[in-house]
């Protein structure tokens, strides 16, 4: 349905819990001061690659500055920086520093490098005329271990987690609703868009109902609802499934008829979760529909179809979403239920 009015189209755009790619439209209000330290490997993470990359470079940048500075104040004290107590000099006056080949905090700076990264170039080394020299160096390389091990750990996550996995999930963009076996359905089509298989699909939908303000959310009016899936078992996502809800009894859609619909304010939450096959880790695709994504009386067409020419089964992404119309009553479900009672012969059945 479309509107004349620009600003009401943009508020009804953003005015979701959750937006059609799967991303949060929520804003969490702090009562405290954010714990940043205390969360900052999952910060890093759930952060985009630009920032964990800036962050990585400062932290290695940091520890060879402090520990360059460490070294640099032993040789300072132990009084290597004098004219004739530097590197040229050393055979004549028969000096012995605490770090052999350092002229000063350059010096010291590219030491701190070398203890961290383990290279070694051959001309700085550490003598035993400076004990502090020693422990600082064995500090140096249990922070470097313990740092770089943190680092990795960030790294692996952030390459292996399944987020972008589910970019290749798509969900249509719109609900059909229309009568099945004599019941209505309340029904969307998901499908995967990569070879690697999904095992054990569950879907799961929930419903939030608003009031005509679009700013109270009641907590008693989040409803579950109860999904099956038409075209596979659960355990093997073959091709792109239609999941289906059964108003009945129990479902929150079964007092509402056609025109009741375009008057109540909802959001129907969908979620897709599974095992990547190739990995073994979870994953889990998210979307939304409000009441302006629900189609009364219309029905998916098929998607898939068999190509005789090259002898495989061809899915048609691009009709994900094409629906065309059916007859279907405008009454709410109870009403069809009462008067299927009444007069059984009436009944509709789209399949």
Request: glycine share 4%.
């Amino acid at each position: 349905t479309g509107t004349s009015n620009p600003n009401k189209a943009i508020r009804r755009k953003y005015l979701r819990a959750v937006f059609k790619n799967g991303e949060f439209n929520i804003y969490r209000t702090p009562t405290k001061a954010l714990k940043l330290f205390t969360n900052y490997f999952i910060l890093l993470v759930e952060t985009r690659w630009r920032w964990t990359l800036m962050n990585f470079f400062t932290a290695f940048t940091c520890i060879w500055l402090f520990f360059g500075f460490i070294y640099w104040a032993i040789s300072l004290n132990h009084d290597d920086f004098k004219d004739d107590h530097l590197p040229p000099y050393q055979n004549i006056t028969g000096f012995t520093p605490c770090i052999k080949n350092i002229y000063g905090f350059t010096s010291a700076f590219l030491f701190s490098v070398e203890v961290h990264t383990t290279v070694a170039y051959g001309r700085r080394a550490i003598t035993l005329e400076c004990p502090e020299t020693i422990i600082a160096m064995c500090l140096q390389c249990i922070v470097s271990s313990i740092f770089q091990a943190i680092m990795v750990g960030i790294l692996f996550a952030k390459l292996t987690r399944p987020r972008a996995r589910t970019q290749t999930i798509l969900f249509s963009k719109h609900v059909v609703i229309n009568v099945r076996n004599e019941k209505f359905c309340l029904i969307f089509r998901v499908g995967d868009m990569r070879k690697s298989r999904i095992l054990y699909i569950e879907p799961k939908a929930y419903v939030l109902r608003f009031n005509s303000d679009y700013n109270v959310l009641d907590d008693s009016e989040q409803i579950e609802l109860k999904l099956d899936i038409d075209e596979c078992e659960s355990t093997f996502f073959l091709w792109p499934v239609t999941v289906v809800h059964v108003v009945d009894e129990s479902s929150p859609f079964y007092g509402l008829s056609a025109a009741d619909l375009l008057c109540t304010k909802l959001e129907i939450l969908v979620l897709f979760e599974g095992i990547i096959e190739s990995t073994g880790q979870p994953i889990q695709a998210r979307s939304s529909f409000t009441e302006y994504d629900i189609l009364w009386g219309h029905r998916f067409v098929p998607m898939v179809g068999y190509n005789l020419d090259k002898m495989l089964y061809d899915v048609d992404f691009s009709k994900l979403s094409e629906v065309q119309q059916v007859d279907t009553p405008l009454c709410s479900p109870s009403e069809y239920d009462n008067i299927l009672l009444m007069f059984p012969n009436e009944a509709y059945s789209e399949y």
